[in-house]
């Protein structure tokens, strides 16, 4: 059974940083498509960035040059470095992972004040 579980979101001010991590489980699973996606209330969920098997990013224009995603393919784990953080990033984040189909985390809290 895939499992997805997310950790790093926090509260922080505006312009500040935060890492996210998905550790993706079982690891000897070999995950294709791996990245992570926003809901904003009132929202519909988007996606922020996703990265292949390969190392291939994709960002969301509204991230590009501030976000940066990453994997380590050999411990099936996914991060996400958001710099110069707005207070429209505010959202809760969800891992992702594509294995025969989607799966999800149940999502971190990402709040950011000015």
């Known amino acids: 059974q895939v499992q997805l579980v997310e950790s790093g979101g926090g509260l922080v001010q505006a312009g500040g940083s935060l890492r996210l991590s998905c550790a993706a489980s079982?690891?000897?699973?070999?995950?294709?498509?791996m990245g992570w996606y926003r809901q904003a209330p009132g929202k519909q969920r988007e996606l922020v960035a996703v990265?292949?098997?390969?190392?291939?990013?994709n960002y969301v224009d509204s991230v590009k040059s501030r976000f940066i995603i990453s994997r380590d393919s050999a411990k099936n784990t996914v991060y996400l470095q958001m710099n110069s953080l707005k207070p429209e990033d505010t959202a809760i984040y969800s891992c992702?992972?594509?294995?025969?189909?989607?799966?999800w985390g149940r999502g971190t809290q990402v709040t950011v004040f000015s």
């Open positions: 992702y992972a594509r294995w025969l189909g989607d799966h």
């Open positions: 079982p690891r000897g699973f070999r995950f294709n498509t």
């Open positions: 990265v292949s098997s390969s190392g291939t990013p």
